[in-house]
T-cell receptor
């Protein structure tokens, strides 16, 4: 089965910092990778799909890259409202089907 | 405006059953597959089940296969999750979500409901 591993599990950064979160798949998943943001006490929201396409309404400071087994989510200049937990998700059909990474908690230093 | 509203969550004893509902509005319901995702308290997201727009195909996580059944009533724009043989580890907030890519399977999710809480405890 394909496993997704995010790193780091948590990080602290300052306003204006460039932040990068990595998601590694245990097998090649092409570009079937999405990223979500879940702010504290809120519902998850879609940020990026097919690895690098920004979902409608998502600020341009967010970007995604990668393919195959290594993917990254980058926030170019961290804003206070970006404090959240971020999840990657594979959405191809390879077992075990749709899977989320364990999450990366981002807070302000 | 797309809206998803879950209901049916409750406190239930181990071994019991529960049926969750998710009412949808603001889009043509049968043109989208729908999904259930759960989140245990303080934990991450776990995909539970999905159903195609026609209802002809269903998908389950290994952790719930054989115990949970997903279905939909396109005439009522509602998707259901029948949960049987519930276990303590099924305790979670259950979200209904819309598949972004449309009626087929395996897609990211673009709209989420607020969730309904299921607690399995004696």
């Amino acid at each position: 089965d394909v496993q997704l591993t995010q790193s780091p599990s948590s990080l602290s950064a300052s306003i204006g910092d460039r932040v990068t979160i990595t998601c590694r798949a245990s097998q090649n998943i092409g570009n079937y990778l999405a990223w979500y943001q879940q702010k504290p006490g809120k519902v998850p929201s879609l940020l990026i799909y097919v690895a690098s396409t920004l979902h409608s309404g998502v600020p341009s400071r967010f970007s995604g890259s990668g393919s195959g087994t290594v993917f990254t989510l980058t926030i170019s200049s961290l804003q206070p409202e970006d404090v959240a937990t971020y999840y990657c998700q594979k959405f191809d059909s390879a077992p075990p089907g749709i899977t989320f990474g364990q999450g990366t908690r981002l807070d302000l230093k | 405006e797309v809206q998803l509203v879950e209901s049916g969550g409750d406190l239930v004893q181990p071994g019991g059953s529960l049926r969750l509902s998710c009412g949808a509005s603001g889009f043509t319901f049968n043109e989208y597959a729908m999904t259930w995702v759960r989140q245990a308290p303080g934990k991450g997201l776990e995909w539970v089940s999905g159903i195609t727009g026609s209802g002809g195909s269903t998908y389950y996580a290994d952790s719930v296969r054989g115990r949970f059944t997903v279905s939909r009533d396109n005439s009522k724009s509602t998707v259901f999750l029948q949960m049987n043989s519930l276990r303590a580890e099924d305790t979670a907030l259950y979200y209904c979500a819309r598949d972004y890519f449309g009626p087929g399977s395996y897609s990211p999710f673009d709209y989420w409901g607020q969730g309904t809480l299921v607690t399995v405890s004696s």
